[in-house]
DNA sequence: TGTCCCGGT
């Protein structure tokens, strides 16, 4: 037989050479790592290449192959009442738009349906908008409206004739983002676009531009833009929902735009709720002056939500309340192309045992047969994976394998990818793989899917699950569980295949498997503890929570365990009304557990609140502020810096001890960060929050302004530490365990059994009892945040 | 005795 392909050749090199340098039993196609033998035998030969590809498995074209690729340039004709209308406002005041960017503007899809969507939001209040990737719909559709006669502020007058007051409505469009960077980077784009400057902190306290007005702001959390005379404003999701404590109205904005609906997280569900509730309401508070709605989806499944904002789905239980509802709104629609390269999907003709050992594979098949660059860019590799375990395994395994190649195959370079990782090292999966004879090879999780873009990518491969986490509240538990992906997911990760040219895309699992997915994921309301989101409505006025209107509402047993926990909480009186006490917890950027603990700290029988503050600064800055340590090497490196950090008592005067020592530190606080492995950019947060944390406290005079930092350290005394632990169980009372005769630990509240958490610094020891903050099965029953406490403090915390 | 999908106020 001779070698007629040239991957062949490629292949037949490396293995002579494999087999001298790993000496892996006489059989040069077994790959062998740790306690795992993977074959690659058959599967690298001729005769298994002839039979694996497209031939016998279905294909599938993905998202809109006919759209031609090559940019058109439509003609724009904007009809007479348009130019009438616009040529009433002087040419001085409005901005006329950057020309550098006019022509890209131009060419993106949305630009010719420009005086649709004008029209449409003309005649009526509320419009769906479905444009997929590329559309331009993020940044265009503020643009298209700002001007508009509606979008206008107005001066009108509130109230019945006793106590009138006249109040300026509307002028500003909002558009709602899930994510800061989303936001902020499409501030900077659309400022740009619109050629007026982006400065000023709240309009303008920093000394440059101070007074330059501008078209386009943001307001996210620790960071606000919005220079005086903002029309376009982005913001996150949960920002606009804080807005609404104040402003219930929403009265300085004539619309709000709410993008990337179908990633349906619990504040965009709780924001439509209360705009769905503004649009078919009266009006009386914006004194009879509409609110715009634009709602879009990069996915065409809206149905629901068309149904959901005209008031033709209510699924809420009949009260007087839903039977006096007003008819609904009619609402518009509108779907517009993407542009989109197209992808073919393969499947696998059978189901795959193992994972790794197909994604291995797949990932030298392609990199043996496809070319390094085309025409379009690089063809670089993006691999999903579940977690950061499976990660780690796999970049064992591809480089292991690489490294055995001859120096005839290009040569790879794999880069992890998962929330987890430094900022530095996520940077460098996005930069172009250096060297030309080198194909970039990314390993992710679900962060790729909506939260990053990896460019360069033409391959994807998929391995069909993600990790998903859903709340038991019959449990008072959460598991964190490896479950498949939903159709809407597969489709979305396959797209990322297609963002510079045309793409190819690899599904580790069968055809049959793909048809039987679910369309769309369960939305996060049906999945978390919905505690925050009821105490969140009761703060907003919603009386009777179980009829607020919700796209997917959560079963009645949910919203009921919810209203009893915040009824133990304080938060809620007998009546089910908000108490003081939950008036000041909603006012805190943290869940109510720990909003409770705040206020306990303050009150003089634990008056800790500066050492409170700083523990849930740690623990809510994110996943945990101490990374994990690879190798034993580094461990007992690590091990001795670490110890001057933890505590007996447990995490929670571990972190105590931490942030103390490094406000301590003064000369360089990244270095110091370094040594003990601490996670840099989660203790800036860290920062971050207790700055805020503490502003919030001496706002509402819970305490004095506190001293300025650096304070020197000194440890917290034994009796202090106990007080801090008390406090604590003021909001987590309930998540308690003793320990049992067999040396397990039994929870107060249910009777489970948990396992102390290999992060916690209680790992493998034996407390009487301890109290744990977090709650998550995931291998086992795993108890995290965990400190020793003492059995009769629990009964004490119950009778309260 | 051995570990963590992604966001947000």
Partial sequence: MTCSTTSHLKFTAPRTKMAKKRKLDGNADVVKIGNKTISLEGYLSKKLKKEAPASDVKDERIQNPDLPLTETLPTVKSDAEDQQKSSKIPSSKRPAGDPEYLKTRQSLPLWAHQDEIRRLLRKDDVLVLVGETGSGKSTQVPQFLYQEEWCQKKRVRIGSQGRAEEVTVGGIIAITQPRRVAATTLAHRVSREAGTPLTGERGGSDKKGASSRGLVGYSVRFDHRVPPGTRIKFVTEGMLLQELLRDPHLRQYSAIVVDEIHERSVDVDLLSGFLKQIVSGDKAGRGGIPLKVVIMSATANVESIKKFFSGADDKRPQTPATQEAQPGPSVQYLQIEGRQYPVVATHTPKPVADIQETLLKTIFKLHTEEPLHDKYGPNDILAFLTG???????????????????????????????????????????????????????????????????????????????????????????????????????????????????????????????????????????????????????????????????????????????????????????????????????????????????????????DCLLEVIDIISCITAGDDIFMQIQSEEVREEVEAFRKELSRREGDLLTYLTTMQLYVAENTDRAQWCKARRLNVRNMKQALNIRKQLRGLCVKQGMTKQPAPDPQPFSPISPEQADTILKCFLKGFALKTAMLAPDSSYVTAHGKHVVAIHPSSVLHGQKKEAIMFLEHVYTQKNYAKKVSAIQAAWIAEALEQ
């Fill in 388 to 606: 950061q375990e499976e990660i780690e395994g796999a970049q064992k395994l591809i480089e292991e394998y690489a490294a055995t190649l001859g120096p005839k195959v290009p040569k790879i370079k794999v880069f992890p990818l998962f929330g987890q990782l430094s900022m530095e090292a996520q940077h460098e999966a996005f930069q172009p793989v250096k060297g030309d004879f080198t194909r970039k090879i990314v390993l992710a999780t679900n962060i790729a899917e909506t939260s990053v873009t990896v460019p360069g990518v033409r391959f994807v491969v998929d391995c069909g699950k993600a990790k998903v986490k859903q709340y038991r509240p019959r449990l008072g538990m959460e598991s964190l569980l490896a479950k498949p992906i939903s159709k809407s997911s597969a489709i979305q990760r396959a797209g990322r295949a297609g963002r510079e040219g045309p793409g190819k895309c690899f599904r580790l699992y069968t055809q049959e498997t793909y048809d039987d997915l679910q369309k769309t994921d369960l939305p996060e309301i049906l999945r978390t503890d919905v505690l925050g989101a009821v105490l969140t409505m009761k703060a907003r006025g919603i009386d009777d929570v179980l009829s607020f209107p919700l796209m997917d509402p959560p079963e009645v047993e949910s919203v009921e365990k919810a209203l009893l926990h915040l009824h133990l909480l304080g938060a809620l009186a007998d009546d089910g009304s908000i108490t003081e006490t939950g008036r000041k917890m909603v006012m805190f950027p943290v869940t109510a557990p720990y909003a409770r603990v705040l206020l306990a700290a303050a009150d003089p029988e634990y």
